[in-house]
């Protein structure tokens, strides 16, 4: 069985600071992973995702996420956030191969940038 | 444009009522599922189904059933509502076929049973 740990529930930063949300996966076979991002009063849409190929995945609102498999890691950044990031982000992973299309969500990390 | 709409947005119910959520989908997805989100808890999958007439069971399914009669709508039915299903609501749907197809996320249903 799959699981995603976020390391951190809460995330404070200042405008333009970097950022970076951390999480880890657990899983016996090769995994998709998945970032999504919910603002408040909304759903979940998706950030970025790691299929194959580079482990440096590029997504929408200059974020982007590094897959390490011996680490089991895929964590987010930011070079320099905005207001307008705060949200909650949410990791993902799916089994290849044996869970279909269905999705493992970690708990979630609030990122509340600042100014 | 396609898109996937839920109603109610809000629902106020008694224990030990039924309550049906709807979830719509105008993108043609093979896939749908239906998740609640819990504080500390992130997602958990209820149910979830891959074509007409199909359907699962997710880690959370107790207390809740699904049925799939068209390719549009999944509709979500607590039986017998229990303060421990307040909680909100998501709908998602993908295409189906592969395993890497994004999900796309309905509005979501705040439910509160007292």
């Known amino acids: 069985a799959q699981s995603v740990t976020q390391l951190d529930s809460q995330v404070p930063v200042f405008e333009e600071a970097p950022v970076e949300l951390r999480c880890n996966y657990s899983s016996s076979v090769s995994v998709y992973l998945f970032w999504y991002v919910q603002y408040p009063n909304q759903g979940l849409q998706l950030l970025l995702k790691?299929?194959?190929?580079?482990?440096l995945v590029k997504g929408i609102n200059g974020f982007e996420a590094e897959f390490n498999k011996s680490q089991t890691s895929f964590h987010l950044r930011k070079p320099s956030v905005h207001i307008s990031d705060t949200a909650e982000y949410f990791c993902?992973?799916?089994?290849?191969?044996?869970?279909?299309?269905?999705?493992?969500f970690g708990e979630g990390t609030q990122l509340t940038v600042n100014p | 444009d396609a898109e996937i709409t839920q109603s109610p947005r809000h629902k106020i119910t008694e224990t030990g009522r039924q309550v049906t959520l709807a979830c719509h989908q105008t993108w043609n997805h093979n896939n749908m599922f239906w998740y609640r989100q819990d504080l500390g808890h992130g997602l958990r999958l209820i149910h979830y189904?891959?074509?007409?007439?199909?359907?699962n069971k997710g880690e959370v399914s107790d207390g809740y059933s699904v049925s799939r009669s068209n390719t549009e709508d999944l509709p979500l039915t607590l039986e017998s509502a229990a303060s421990s299903q307040t909680s909100v609501y998501f709908c998602a749907s993908s295409v189906g076929g592969d395993f890497f197809n994004e999900q796309f996320f309905g509005p979501g249903t705040r439910l509160t049973v007292l």
């Open positions: 993902a992973v799916s089994d290849r191969g044996t869970s279909g299309s269905r999705l493992t």
């Open positions: 790691y299929l194959s190929g580079s482990t």
């Open positions: 189904s891959y074509g007409v007439q199909d359907t």
